[in-house]
């Protein structure tokens, strides 16, 4: 099934989500916008803990609230992230965790599009496999 990716809505949302984002000891906040293949966008932002192993990032927040919403197919995501205070623009990309990137093999195919935005009209697009290449995945598992 091929969607219609409307890239700079899908920014758009992603900065909005880091608004949210709960960053108080790096200062750094990132948003994120993953549209399923339904059209439905869920938005992430990160969220920081005191014993920091327990920190989640904007891409996983988003991920794991659309699979709790029963999603699990999905097209695209769009991450954007900064020092506190900054705004469109005014920083350079932000691109996935090597978890987050896991996280992703998990639920998407190797053509899942992946957008790191400095601002809504200007972003660097990646499939999952140029970010994540021989990914190890569910169809490594010898349980299917």
């Known amino acids: 099934m091929i969607i219609d990716i409307d890239e700079t809505k899908l ?39 005191a014993a920091f192993s327990p920190t989640n990032c904007a891409e996983r927040s988003a991920f794991f ?11 695209a995501i769009a991450v954007v992230g900064g020092p506190r205070g900054t705004k469109a623009g005014e920083f350079s990309y932000c691109f996935p965790c ?11 195919s190797d053509d899942f ?15 999952l496999r140029e970010l994540l290449p021989e990914a190890f995945g ?5 349980l299917r």
């Open 11 to 49: 920014i758009r949302r992603a900065y909005a989500a880091r608004e949210k984002a709960y960053a108080p000891y790096s200062g750094f906040f990132v948003g994120a916008a993953l549209l399923s293949r339904t059209g439905k966008i869920y938005a992430g932002c990160n969220i920081e803990n």
């Open 98 to 108: 090597g978890v987050c990137r896991q996280v992703m093999r998990e639920f998407c």
């Open 113 to 127: 599009l992946i957008l790191a935005a400095i601002n809504p009209q200007e972003c660097r697009k990646f499939s």
């Open 138 to 142: 569910p169809d490594d598992l010898p």
């Open 65 to 75: 609230r659309a699979v709790s919403a029963g999603e699990r197919r999905f097209a």
